[in-house]
DNA sequence: GCAAAAGTGTTCAGGCTACACCCATGA
DNA sequence: TCATGGGTGTAGCCTGAACACTTTTGC
């Protein structure tokens, strides 16, 4: 029964590519590194691999994610699936895309270095190999959607962040600018952030509160029909 | 140049599955069709089939679809990869999901026979093979999503359709009912339908007034800023 | 003439947008 | 004391939701 049914039929490579996304100074990045490897050695690359036998496309991607950060666990959604004959140069490859939210701070950096890995902002994204310019560009299309109804962008800041961070945030996902009142007044009446005594003071004099996300809450919110949206 | 560069990684099947959908009787309904191939011949399955070498993954879904309905150029959209390990008990099989949104009626029924083809309620699908069941379910929250914001509900009637058939539709498709008053009045605020002459007779004694989506007039709006929202 | 589906407006509430000033503090 | 970013409330508007009766016509 583990026998050969498909024997006529093509066998792929295939690998994944890994849109990892941080948040620093009211950027978003990605990080990219430098291929060590032909084809397209020294060119700029998404993180990527390939499928190992015994391993899901999901494990594949985690695997990537975890070696590059040495985190496990990284929030991580599927994009699709890039399969033009010629998106790679070497031979044909079918590529998995994912895109993982992360903060960029518990990133070690010489594990980054390690792998020829930085940190760019999406602004200064270079040429890449392949379609990985496609992919990103697609992320970012997701990534507006997926924020506008999920709690899932509280993925890209440390956990006590604040008010005015969570904003640029929203900001730089959007590319446009909130309202400061409107903003805030939308996130206190969603009652899913716990405010904390404590004050960042690092950007202003002032100082601006610290705030927690509350998955609990929201988890019961959830059950009761509630949704997010900002 | 087209050496071989990744010799020591594994290569995999892989294969699209089309998730087929059509629109009838108020209902949506999934194009499904009987094994006749080991494994698991005999059991009910979504159209598919391997990529082959030289077509990309777009290419073969596009194959699977002109197959089976003898039409080019239907509206597809990929829904992402399915790659668990055991998901295929003949072989390991990565599989890459397509949603398509057909007009059931253009469908040739000689050919469906052909295939061994069959048009099935969404609400009467049985189980399926491996995660055929599970792309469905993927299939259709993408949908909702998808027909809320872009018109590609359409492409699921006939090219004449009255409003009372696309109310249906779009109920069908949230799984709830709409206010006949209101989904009236959002269309014609968003004026991207053509009102006919011609009515249709055969659901009432009064008749309905057929009306055309006009394409043009949405591509137009859309250069303006104008979002489709349903 | 009656059954069955098509068609038509108004009202109300809640959410979204726009908008400007005071506060706390470090330098 | 002043420069800098943090924090706060309200009013108008618009959109979405609720809701009931008339029209047409085949039988």
């Known amino acids: 029964m583990t026998a050969a049914f498909y024997q006529n039929e093509v066998k792929f490579f295939v ?3 890994c849109i990892i996304l941080g948040f620093n100074n ?6 990219l590194y430098k291929r060590n490897f032909e084809p397209l050695q020294g060119q700029w690359s998404l993180m990527g691999g ?24 990284l929030f991580m959604e599927q994009v699709g699936a890039y399969g033009d004959v010629t998106r790679d140069l070497g031979e044909r490859v079918i590529s998995v895309a994912y895109y993982s ?8 950096p010489e594990l980054l270095k390690e792998h020829n890995a930085e940190w760019t902002k999406l602004s200064e994204v270079p040429d890449l190999i392949f379609d990985h310019n496609q992919m990103i560009t697609d992320t970012l299309a997701r990534l507006k959607r997926k924020a ?3 709690p899932v962008g509280f993925n890209l800041l440390p956990e006590k962040f604040t008010l005015p961070q969570l904003q640029s945030l929203y900001e730089a996902i ?20 716990e405010k904390l005594d404590e004050k960042d003071k690092k950007s202003s004099k002032r100082g601006a509160f ?4 509350n998955k609990e809450k929201y988890d019961r919110l959830l059950d009761q029909g509630f949704y997010f949206s900002l």
């Open 210 to 213: 610290y705030y927690m996300f």
């Open 174 to 193: 959007y590319q446009t600018p909130l309202d400061k009142r409107n903003f805030r007044k939308k996130l206190n009446s969603m009652d899913i952030l």
């Open 15 to 17: 690998s994944v590519d």
């Open 50 to 73: 390939f499928i190992k036998s015994g391993e899901s496309i999901g494990e594949a991607a985690s695997r990537v994610l975890t070696e590059c950060s040495g985190i496990d666990n």
């Open 26 to 31: 009211s950027e978003l990045n990605v990080l």
């Open 101 to 108: 939210l992360v903060n960029m701070n518990d990133f070690n």
């Open 148 to 150: 506008a109804t999920r």
